[in-house]
């Protein structure tokens, strides 16, 4: 008898976010029974150890899905085992590797963070999160900031110290040989459309790229309806 279950998909949450992140996909992509699973991503300091531990956790193969930081750490996971991932999906992230520069900031939040001022941070976060005009969204801003409270500052602090050193992924871009799904917020100042156009050109054929109107960096928030529909397209 043919086994008629939808293959399974791994989810892997951004910065500071868990899985409510994908609540608002969650029921379409769990229709017909799909096996989800969460990826844990806030006990280590490195995106090598973070993607040692979903592939311990997933199944032998799925699909996989990450935004921001789960991009990095997607990418991580095809370095890793590229054979037991069917398909990609991309969301508002880049392949591009840590600098000096984009560690400054960064180096920064920590150094708050570790003073106890993780309010502080969270607030400066959300002006760049999402699109300008979803500043004024208060049951949005309160989501984000549920969503870093439960992480913590610890757990902050130890994401962004696996961020600050990501290796650069373009090179592998090219050996990527499953659908893939390279989606983006038009108005994402996190990782503009042009991080999605570069990662969707060095994959080639087997990516889509998708770029949304009107959104910013937390597309899966943003933009539900959307981008739950290019999620199931690329399921399908």
Not at 175 to 183: K, M
Request: negative net charge; charged residues 20%; proline residues 9%.
């Amino acid at each position: 008898m043919i086994d008629a279950t939808p293959e399974p998909l791994v989810l892997i949450p951004g910065l500071s976010c868990d899985a409510s992140l994908y609540a608002p996909q969650w029921p379409a992509l769990a229709a017909g029974g799909r096996p989800i699973l969460v990826a844990d991503h806030a006990q280590d300091e490195t995106l090598d150890a973070i993607a040692r531990r979903l592939l311990a956790a997933a199944p032998p193969r799925f699909a996989l899905c990450g935004l921001s930081m789960g991009g990095y750490i997607a990418f991580e996971v095809m370095r890793q085992a590229p054979g037991r991932v069917m398909r990609l999906a991309l969301l508002d992230t880049s392949a591009k590797p840590a600098t000096p520069e984009t560690n400054t900031p960064r180096e920064q939040m920590i150094a708050l963070a570790q003073k106890g001022a993780f309010d502080n941070v969270t607030t400066l976060l959300w002006q760049r999160l999402v699109a300008p005009a979803r500043l004024v969204d208060e049951p949005l801003r309160l989501l984000v900031r549920r969503m870093a409270d439960q992480a913590g500052a610890e757990g902050f602090i130890r994401q962004q110290r696996a961020i600050m050193t990501r290796p650069d992924s373009r090179p592998g871009l090219a050996a990527i040989d499953v659908p893939t799904l390279a989606l983006v917020g038009a108005e994402d100042l996190i990782t503009p459309p042009s991080e999605a156009q570069e990662i969707a050109a060095g994959i080639g054929a087997n990516a889509r790229l998708v770029v949304v109107p009107g959104c910013g960096h937390l597309s899966t928030l943003e933009a539900p309806d959307i981008v739950t529909d290019e999620l199931l397209a690329w399921l399908s």
